[in-house]
C-alpha cells in the first residue's frame, strides 16, 4: 500500500483493513462452500453439463456469445466434465486447508467461471457472489494464518494481523455492494412505500419453504419485514464504512445481515446463496472479536494454574514433527507445547516402550497412540465435540490400529507429505503489481455497479461489459428487484405411451395426470438448480432451448422403458398464476410452452418438436 499521511492512514487502516485470522476463516468457508457446491451439482453433471444433457455445445456456444470463455467447450464428454469437476472440487479442498493456496485460488477463480459459462440456463446469485469473491481472494494473503501453508513456512509469516492493501478494500466494498446496489434496484412501490413485497416473495411457491408458506398468514409482520430488509440492505454498507463507532457499527450491522440471511435460509429455498452470503459477511469480523477471544481463553487456562498441553514426538521422525505442527494448527491449539520426546526423560521412556508419541494433559496426565489425538480434540475449540464422541472404549482398538499402520509406513508417509508439503520459504502477501490490478479493478467493478444502477451512462456500461464478461465478474445484484416476481406457477408434462397410456411424464410414479396444484410447489424439483431450469424454460428469452429438453426426456424416458411402454409424444404446460393482493384469491391459467413427438421411440435423441 503506497505510504498515505499520518492523519490519513489510521483511518484508512480503520475502514479497509482485513484482519488475517478472519481472512483465515473467510478462506475456509469459501472453499467449503465451493466443495459442497460441485458436490450438489455432481448430481446433475450428466443432465446439465454434457452434450448427452439439456445444454449441447453448440446450443451454449450461441447463448454465450463471444465473451464468455469455457473450458468446458473443449469436450461434452461425461469424462472429460467430469476430470473438470475433481479438479476444482480439489482445488476447493486446497483452498480450505490453504494448501499451495495462490495456486489454488487461481485455478478455482478459472474452473469455477467455466462452469458458470457452461449452463447459464441453472446460474444462480450464489454463483456470481462465489466468483468474484474467488476473484478478490487471489490478491489476498488467505494463508498467513491457519493453513498448511503457514504451519510448514520457514520462517512463519511476520505479517502483522491487520492487512490493508487494494484487494483488502476490494473484498469489503465487493462484499458491501451485494446489499447496497441490491438496495438500489428495488425501486418498485412494493419495497416502499407499500411494504408488501416480502409478502410477494413468500407468495411465489416455487420458493417458499414449509415455514415461509406458515410465515404468510403474519401479514403485518411481512410488512414490516419489508422495510426491515430494504432499509438494512441501503444503510447497512454506509454503517460499515462509517467512520465513527466503525467497530461497534460494523460488527452490528454484520449480525443483523446474518440474521436476515438465516431467515431467508428458513422460508426461502435459494440453494448456496445464504451459505455464500454468510462467508462474504465473515469479512467484517474484526480483530478485536479475535484478540478477545485469546484474552479470554488465557485467563481460562491461568485461572487453573495449570501446566500447558504438550504433544512428545520421535526426533527421528520428521513425518512425526509435521503432523503435530499441522494438529496445533487445524485444531486451533496455539499453545500447545511440541518437543522432542528424547529430550524429556518421562516422555522418552514412554516413546520407547509403546512406540508411540506422547500427550500430557494440564493434570499431567499422559496419553498414548489414539487416546493422545482424541485428547487434542477435546481440548479444540472447534472439534472439542468430535472428541467427546470418539473418547468411548469402542473406537480404541480400530484407533490404535490406524495408528500402528500409520507408525508401520512412517517412512511412505514422509516421502509423500515431503513432496506434496515441503517446508517452504513463500511470500503470503502479493507485489506491487498485483495491487496495482487490484487497485484497478476497485474502481472497475464499482463503476460496473453504478451502470448496472443506472447511475452512470450507457457507453461506459459498454466499454466496460468485454473485460468484465471474460473474467466472469459481469455482476448484477437484482434479487427480488425491482420487485419480486407476481408471476408463479407449477409444470405438468402430460405424455401418450407408444401403446396409448396418457402418463405424467415429470411425476411417473403417479396414477394418471393431475393438473392440480401440488402441496408444496419448491418439492416439485430435486433441486434449486432443476427449479431454476424450468424457471427458465417458461421464459421466451430460453424458449429455443425447450427441443433440447424435450429431446432430453424422450432419451430418459426410453431408455429405462421398452416396447410399448416408450413415450411417444407429450406436451410441456405450464400452469400460470399471478401473484394477487393479500386476501384475494389467484387465478391459474394453462399455458402450452411445447409439444414434442419423440418420432421413433426406439432411437434414443431421434425426437422433434414444435
Partial sequence: MPRLPSFVRPLIDRLFSVDLRTLALFRALLGAVVFVDLCNRALDLRTFYTDLGVMPRDWMLQLNGLWRISLYSANGETWFVSLLFVVEMLAALALLLGWRTRIATVLLFVLHGSLLNRDQMVLLGADILLECLLFWSMFLPLAARWSVDATLADPKPA??????????AGLLLQVMSVYFFSALLKYGREWWPDGTAVDLALQIDGYATPIGVWLRGFYPLTHWLTYFVWLLELLGPIAVFFPFFNKQLRFGTMLLLMVMH??????????????????SLTVLIGGWVWDALDRRKQRREDARGKQPLRIYYDRDCGFCLKSCLLYQTFLILPRVQIAPAQDTPRAKALLEANYSWVVIDHDDRAYLKWPAFVQLLKRSPL????????????????????????????GA????????????????????????????????????????AHLLIRPIYAF??????????????????????????????????????????????????????????????????????????????????????GRYLCRSWNASHAGAKQLKTFRIVYMLELSVPHGETPHVEQRVLWNHECFDARLLGGSTGH
Wanted: proline share 8%; hydrophobic share 45%; net charge negative.
Fill in 159 to 168: 505479517l502483522r494481523n491487520p492487512h490493508l492493501s487494494c484487494a483488502s
Fill in 262 to 279: 438465516i431467515g431467508f435460509l428458513l422460508c426461502l429455498s435459494l440453494g448456496p446463496f445464504p451459505f455464500a452470503s454468510l462467508t
Fill in 383 to 410: 472439534f472439542f465435540w468430535l472428541g467427546f464422541l470418539l473418547q468411548g472404549s469402542w473406537a480404541v482398538p480400530p484407533g490404535n490400529w490406524c495408528y500402528d499402520f500409520v507408525g508401520r509406513h512412517r
Fill in 413 to 452: 508417509f514422509g516421502a509423500a507429505t515431503g513432496a506434496l508439503m515441503p517446508y517452504h520459504q513463500r511470500r503470503f502477501d502479493t507485489g506491487i503489481v498485483a495491487q496495482v490490478l487490484a487497485g484497478i479493478a476497485v474502481v472497475a467493478v464499482f463503476t460496473w455497479n453504478l451502470c448496472t
Fill in 464 to 549: 466496460l461489459t468485454p473485460p468484465f464478461r471474460v473474467l466472469r465478474l459481469d455482476q448484477l445484484w437484482d434479487m427480488f428487484a425491482p420487485f419480486p416476481s407476481k408471476e408463479d406457477g407449477w409444470f405438468v408434462i402430460p405424455g401418450e405411451l407408444l401403446d396409448g397410456t396418457q402418463v405424467d411424464v415429470y411425476h411417473p410414479e403417479r396414477d394418471g395426470v393431475s393438473y392440480d396444484k401440488p402441496e408444496y410447489v419448491v418439492h416439485e424439483w430435486p433441486n434449486i438448480r432443476w427449479h431454476k431450469y424450468m424457471e427458465r424454460i417458461w421464459s421466451a428469452e430460453y424458449s429455443s432451448n425447450r427441443l433440447y429438453y
